[in-house]
């Protein structure tokens, strides 16, 4: 909740979110969905991978602000200042945002939510994105490669035409893996069909993932059976994005096993997967993502533990 002007409750002073005024540097389609670039300096100055800003619509009948991840953030060059967010029109808000002209002003807050925590030690990544989800990856992507590490991604979507930037994710990772669950592009399935396959051949580590929570809900479990540590950025209706209304709590289980509701516009959006009490949650993953036959016991192979990986108590 808010504390005072400018500052958000469980944030440094350091990181306060800023309300600014922002001119649309571009606007353009993106496969199914939009990009909006903003020219956002203050902003950008503060953002992570993994937080949100939230945009002000003048649509009818629309009260409150929209999220959307940041997507990149240009802190250098001609572009310096810029933040892009990417979006689907499914709404009168997101609708209005489709039709707004370079040169136009929007309102924006950010950045809010916690960003994704960095790797402490040398490790291989896996980024896992579904539809526009994968948006805020490549700025992941990008701090990662800039520390050296190295950077595996599989993007999935139901079509081809919701595959987001295929160029881009080649560009950023050592290898990346489609697929579709219409086959129309990559292969063909869901993110967990390819997910043991991508792990052992890439040497995985550490799993970032960001998309629908039902998939997050799945990577996560895939993660818990090999015992890989994972965080994920979910997606939840934030009325408010600053922790007044509640209205996005999910289930996370504390280390002594007790389940405390956290929100997720200012706890999250980036959790650890493993720590969310899915069961507890609406997000069904389907059928068991595991079919228990009868298999020859095989010694698990030695996993670095959330501790190891992000220095997470």
Same mark, same amino acid.
């Given at each position: ?14 990181? +306060? ?27 950008? *100055? ?14 009818? *009948?629309? $009260? ?9 953030? =240009? &802190? ?26 370079? !040169? +136009? ?6 950045? $809010? ?11 291989? /990544? ?15 992507? *990008? ?5 050296? $590490? ?19 994710? &080649? ?10 669950? *219409?086959? =129309?592009?990559?292969? !063909?399935?869901? @993110?967990?069909? @390819? ?14 993932? /960001? ?8 990577? =996560?479990?895939? /993660? ?15 009325? /408010? ?13 504390? &280390? ?5 509701? &956290? ?44 501790? +190891? ?5």
């Amino acid at each position: 909740m808010a504390t005072r002007a400018g500052t958000i409750e469980g944030r440094p002073d350091t990181d +306060d979110p800023v309300k600014v005024t922002c001119e649309v540097l571009a606007r353009r389609r993106e496969g199914a969905y939009w990009l909006l670039s903003l020219a956002a300096p203050a902003i950008a *100055d503060r953002a992570r991978p993994g937080q949100f800003v939230n945009l002000a619509v003048a649509a009818p *009948d629309t $009260l409150l602000r929209r999220p959307f991840s940041i997507a990149r953030v =240009s &802190k250098q060059g001609m572009a310096a200042g810029t933040v892009d967010v990417v979006f689907a029109a499914h709404g009168p808000g997101t609708s209005w945002l489709t039709g707004v002209d370079v !040169h +136009d002003v929007v309102d924006v807050v950010g950045p $809010l939510g916690t960003p994704f925590p960095l790797p402490q030690r040398q490790v291989a /990544c896996l980024l896992i994105g579904g539809g526009y989800g994968v948006a805020p990856l490549f700025y992941l992507a *990008d701090e990662l490669t800039r520390r050296g $590490l190295r950077v595996d991604m599989i993007v999935g979507a139901a079509t081809q035409d919701r595959i987001l930037n295929a160029i881009e994710a &080649k560009r950023l990772t050592a290898s990346v893996t489609f697929t579709t669950e *219409d086959g =129309s592009y990559g292969e !063909h399935g869901r @993110v967990t069909d @390819v997910f043991d396959e991508v792990v052992e051949r890439c040497g995985s580590g550490v799993v970032y993932a /960001c998309g629908p929570n039902p998939m997050l809900r799945a990577v =996560s479990e895939r /993660c818990r059976e090999r015992r890989i540590p994972v965080q994920v950025a979910v997606e939840e209706h934030m009325a /408010c994005g600053i922790g007044v209304c509640f209205t996005c709590v999910l289930p996370i289980r504390r &280390k002594d096993g007790q389940v405390q509701m &956290k929100r997720a516009c200012i706890d999250g959006p980036v959790f650890n997967g493993a720590r969310i009490a899915w069961e507890d949650t609406r997000y069904e993953i389907g059928p068991p993502l595991v079919v228990e036959d009868e298999v020859d016991e095989q010694p698990e192979p030695s996993r670095p533990t959330d501790a +190891d990986v992000w220095g997470e108590s």
